[in-house]
């Protein structure tokens, strides 16, 4: 069920270049000529570059480079993640949004998408780097019927879904540093915050805060990101539409919670590694309490790291800063 909006977007990008009157669109919009040239004005202003050709009718030459709810639409191949989609220009943080609606009851699958966060955060209070039309800044609200210690994986799932639809749309195959970051050549492309709100014995939502740097060039991670830091584009070569990005993303997203669900972690796992790049490496793990070194030997099948110290114990981490 498309907005009449997004069907006159859909029409005009089906017709590739041949003009459509206002008259056939009305009458399959089943809209008065008024509102047809209305919705068009709309259009014009959010960025749609529409041309018209006298006695002949309009041709769309340009979609704007938005995440606006209909240019992700466009795309969207999920049935549930991204069939509600709230989006802002600019917001302070799309997590602090959509955790807000999934308490007052927003359902499984909506998304909260930003051009430009101004407070955007990661990890323990860190900030997030979220200038604006330049990435991907969005937050999925996920509730699926599991209790909360099953709930940590969804970083982990999360990243191979970004990591495979990161591999579709551009020419890299990024990296899962574990838990939550996506490199490329060894810099990160993509952080992930997992939030949870639960019972003692269930999971009332799940929080996916995903953020993907797309099109920044080399200037816009001047300063202490410059060393650490990197977008799709400043590695593939090319911009990258990001609607459709966000519609892969949220396509892989829905497909390996699924997986997940229905047949547990192991397939999951198996995926994961394929992407990492934290196994068989000598780390440094910073969690909460201390710090400790040794050789990352595996995952457990509840996702967490295992370390071999050098007096040949073996820790199973939850959650920790990991230096390679
Ligand atoms: C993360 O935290 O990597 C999770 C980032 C999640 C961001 C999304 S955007 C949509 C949603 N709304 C939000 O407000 N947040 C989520 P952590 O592992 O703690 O890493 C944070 C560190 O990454 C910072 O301390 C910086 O060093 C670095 N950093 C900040 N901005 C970055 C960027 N744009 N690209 C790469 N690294 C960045």
């Not at 019927?145 to 990161?166: G, Y």
């Amino acid at each position: 069920n498309m907005s009449i909006k997004e069907k006159i977007i859909s029409r005009l990008k089906e017709a590739s270049g041949e003009p459509i009157s206002g008259q056939i669109l009305a009458d399959e919009l089943e809209i008065s000529r008024t509102m047809v040239w209305k919705y068009l004005k709309g259009l014009e202003e959010e960025g749609y570059e529409i041309v018209a050709i006298k006695k002949k009718g309009y041709i769309l030459n340009r979609l704007p480079d938005t995440v606006a709810a209909e240019r992700i639409s466009l795309h969207l191949q999920t049935e549930h993640l991204g069939r509600e989609i709230i989006y802002h220009p600019v917001c302070e943080s799309t997590q602090t949004i959509a955790a807000n609606k999934a308490r007052d009851g927003a359902l499984h699958g909506t998304v909260v998408i930003a051009e430009e966060q101004t407070a955007g955060r990661g990890r323990m209070d860190r900030s997030w780097e979220s200038s604006s039309g330049e990435g991907i800044w969005m937050s999925v609200i996920l509730r699926p019927k599991i209790t909360p210690q099953f709930a940590a994986q969804f970083t982990l799932v999360a990243a191979v879904s970004i990591a495979r639809a990161i591999e579709e749309v551009t020419n890299c195959v990024p990296n899962i540093k574990w838990p939550n970051d996506l490199l490329i050549n060894g810099k990160k492309v993509t952080g992930i915050l997992t939030e949870l709100q639960a019972d003692m014995d269930r999971v009332q939502a799940i929080i996916v805060g995903i953020g993907i740097n797309v099109n920044q060039t080399a200037d816009s991670f001047k300063g202490v990101l410059e060393p650490i830091a990197t977008s799709l584009k400043m590695e593939s070569g090319t911009a990258v539409d990001r609607s459709l990005l966000v519609s892969k993303v949220l396509f892989h997203l829905e497909r390996y919670s699924d997986m997940y669900i229905k047949l547990g972690f192991e397939p999951i796992k198996l995926i994961w590694e394929s992407y990492n790049c934290t196994l068989n490496n000598r780390i440094r793990a910073t969690t909460l309490r201390e710090t400790v070194e040794g050789q990352a030997i595996g995952m457990t099948n509840d996702g967490a790291l295992q370390l071999r110290l050098d007096n040949g114990e073996i820790k199973n981490i939850y959650s920790a800063d990991i230096d390679l």
